[in-house]
Nanobody, 124 residues
């Protein structure tokens, strides 16, 4: 089993930055791909970014490409999401997820473990 815990969410003005962290425990993290998803009330959870086991490959949603950066520190069992140039439409609950698949999954159903989420609110 893997436990994931997100932190770093909060309230920020449009154009600002936030860095989300996701700490993993219960298993060696470098055996798993990791990703970030987000969800707003009344909508489905959507893919944001994903990173491979080694950190060498990444995928991004078109809506965040060029503004968000996903990275990981396997020695610290942590994955990060650096969010710059934030927009009000980035407001959501952000979830960290981990996958046993040897790729960079972009589909929610390919992830096996999920955190509880952290709220990000971007004011205009």
């Amino acid at each position: 089993q893997v436990q994931l815990g997100e932190s770093g969410g909060g309230l920020v003005q449009a154009g600002g930055s936030l860095r989300l962290s996701c700490a993993a425990s219960g298993r060696t993290f470098n055996t798993m791909a990791a990703g970030w998803f987000r969800q707003v009330p009344g909508k489905e959870r959507e893919f944001v970014a994903a990173v491979s086991r080694s950190g060498g490959s990444r995928n991004y949603a078109t809506s965040v490409s060029g503004r968000f950066t996903i990275s990981r520190d396997n020695a610290m069992n942590t994955v990060y999401l650096q969010m710059n140039s934030l927009k009000p439409e980035d407001t959501a609950v952000y979830y960290c997820a981990a996958s046993d698949r040897p790729s960079v999954p972009v589909t929610e159903t390919w992830y096996d473990y999920w955190g509880q989420g952290t709220q990000v609110t971007v004011s205009s």
